[in-house]
T-cell receptor, first 110, second 116 residues
Framework: DAKTTQPPSMDCAEGRAANLPCNHS???????VYWYRQIHSQGPQYIIH???NNETNEMASLIITEDRKSSTLILPHATLRDTAVYYC???????????FGTGTLLAVQP | DTEVTQTPKHLVMGMTNKKSLKCEQH?????MYWYKQKAKKPPELMFV???????INESVPSRFSPECPNSSLLNLHLHALQPEDSALYLC???????????????FGPGTRLTVT
């Protein structure tokens, strides 16, 4: 499975959009980009996933570049409850395992 | 119901004890997973059950013994653990096992295990 690279931490003001980047330059054609988040002391929570096209759901939007080497998770109006570690995962391929990287700690500030 | 439940929430056990962690889902999911998460680290996959059969064992020591009695239940039996096994143990489930279409995994809140 492709390795992903994320910044270790980011800040965002409450009410503003949070844009979380992820690099996955070695992603293969059959690997999906998945995003999960983990709020402190809770289990990870699925957010969104995509293969090639941009995706949107009630939680977030996922923008995948045309070459699929990077993506951005967008939380349109961040709240304090969005403070969490966000994991970008390339899932599928040969091993088909959800392999978590170190993620990005997003701190939403009041 | 999109919930995965885990019991107990907290467990303290000695190195000679035998205990079990329990996980339950009623979403009709056919794959279930155990993950281990050490403090300030990401979750690490331990076991995968597909259609109640063990399909992946990530070279986990035999002191951890998984069991899937039926499609809704997943247990993790613990015996002769070491203090370094102290961690958050997470259970997850997905509609189908990983394959051509990868379904999202739903995680439980975890069991925080302390081995003394």
């Amino acid at each position: 499975d492709a390795k992903t690279t994320q910044p270790p931490s980011m800040d965002c003001a409450e009410g503003r959009a949070a844009n979380l980047p992820c690099n996955h330059s070695t992603i293969s054609g059959n690997e999906y980009v998945y995003w999960y988040r983990q709020i402190h002391s809770q289990g990870p929570q699925y957010i969104i996933h995509g293969l090639k096209n941009n995706e949107t759901n009630e939680m977030a939007s996922l923008i995948i570049t045309e070459d699929r080497k990077s993506s951005t998770l967008i939380l349109p109006h961040a709240t304090l409850r969005d403070t969490a570690v966000y994991y970008c995962i390339a899932y599928g391929g040969a091993t088909n395992k959800l392999i978590f990287g170190t993620g990005t700690l997003l701190a939403v500030q009041p | 119901d999109t919930e995965v439940t885990q019991t107990p929430k907290h467990l303290v056990m000695g190195m000679t004890n035998k205990k079990s962690l329990k996980c339950e889902q009623h979403m009709g999911h056919r794959a279930m997973y155990w993950y281990k998460q050490k403090a300030k680290k990401p979750p690490e996959l331990m076991f995968v059950y597909s259609y109640e059969k063990l399909s992946i064992n990530e070279s986990v020591p035999s002191r951890f013994s998984p069991e899937c009695p039926n499609s809704s239940l997943l247990n993790l039996h613990l015996h002769a653990l070491q203090p370094e096994d102290s961690a958050l143990y997470l259970c997850a489930s997905s509609q189908q096992p990983p394959g051509t279409v990868n379904y999202e995994q739903y995680f439980g809140p975890g069991t925080r295990l302390t081995v003394t």
